[in-house]
Nanobody
Framework: QVRLVESGGGSVQAGESLRLSCAAS????????MGWYRQAPGKQRELVAS???????NYADSVKGRFTISRDNAKNTVYLQMNSLKPEDTAVYYC??????????????WGQGTQVTVSS
């Protein structure tokens, strides 16, 4: 079994910062791309940022310069540092990872989501 567990969400004022963490556990042989998505009420889930195993990062235009994604391969963990938060960043944030299990199957896994609320 593989699990992704997120932490670090909360409620902040505009301009403040939050750091999200997502730890993968279970029968993991390796993790390829990891990323963060978000879904606001009434909207589709969208990619926020992704990072390859070697550390190449990709960002949505709306968060470039404000958010930073990073990962610790030894801890099977991905982070999202969110600075200068805006009310439009309010959403449920989901961790995503392409994981190769001990059975040598690669599949796409999701965390349970963590709420981020930014008030003006």
């Amino acid at each position: 079994q593989v699990r992704l567990v997120e932490s670090g969400g909360g409620s902040v004022q505009a301009g403040e910062s939050l750091r999200l963490s997502c730890a993968a556990s279970g029968s993991i042989l390796g993790i390829n791309d990891m990323g963060w998505y978000r879904q606001a009420p009434g909207k589709q889930r969208e990619l926020v940022a992704s990072i390859t195993r070697s550390g190449f990062a990709n960002y949505a235009d709306s968060v470039k310069g404000r958010f930073t994604i990073s990962r610790d391969n030894a801890k099977n963990t991905v982070y999202l540092q969110m600075n200068s938060l805006k009310p439009e960043d309010t959403a449920v944030y989901y961790c995503n990872a392409r994981i190769v299990t001990m059975a040598r199957d690669e599949d796409n896994y999701w965390g349970q989501g963590t709420q981020v609320t930014v008030s003006s």
